[in-house]
């Protein structure tokens, strides 16, 4: 379910359940918003969408196989397609949703279990890659949402998880034999890491 909470207050304004007509969770898992609406990614293979105003779902579209991360840019949204729930035979694609129709207008392939998706500044749209866990191949990439074309695929960079905000990405690894991370930051604008430790003060 989606749980609508006050600013504020913190108290639950409403709980808005997601199941399939026979009773299965759609199983909810990220979000993005435009305008007056919400988006919804689930794991039964849908976007839900949800208008603010109303607080109920008014449209579902249908995307790949268990989408994670979601994005908006330049009219669309951008759906990582993981498979992640199908190991070793995941998903490899970013669904283009046009949001005016509220349709997917186009699959983009990328490496296998696309995760978490992020647009900067400019539009443009960073997707990161999990592969096989136990290979630890994990990767960035790069669309171009006027396009809607992958551009550049950064295989000097390892990525478990990011986040972006305006031109600055900041980018986690994780080694998961040494138990080790790291977390860096790239300029998107240039696309070239800018400091190698976000975490300066040697408290790490």
Do not use: W
Request: charged letters at 25%; glycine letters at 6%; a negative charge.
């Amino acid at each position: 379910q989606i749980e609508v909470v006050d600013l504020h207050s913190g108290l639950s304004i409403k709980q808005i359940p997601l199941f399939l007509e026979d009773g299965r969770a759609r199983q909810p898992r990220h979000i993005a918003f435009h305008q007056d609406k919400a988006y919804i990614t689930c794991f039964d293979g849908s976007v839900a969408r949800l208008d603010t105003a109303q607080l109920i779902i008014d449209g579902n579209v249908q995307v790949g196989r268990h989408p994670e991360g979601i994005a908006v840019a330049n009219g669309k949204l951008y759906v990582a397609n993981s498979g992640g729930l199908d190991n070793p035979h995941y998903d490899n694609t970013v669904s283009v949703i046009d949001i005016a129709s509220f349709r997917e207008i186009k699959k983009i392939q990328v490496a296998d279990n696309p995760y978490k998706v992020y647009s900067d500044a400019q539009g443009d749209i960073y997707v990161n890659s999990r592969g096989d866990y136990n290979e630890m191949d994990y990767c960035l990439q790069k669309i171009d949402s006027q396009c809607d074309e992958l551009i550049k695929t950064f295989n000097e960079l390892q990525v478990l998880n990011f986040t972006i905000q305006g031109n600055i990405a900041y980018l986690y690894d994780f080694d998961f034999g040494s138990k080790s991370s790291e977390i860096f930051v790239m300029d998107t604008q240039s696309d070239q890491v800018v400091r190698e430790q976000f975490i300066t003060d040697g408290t790490i």
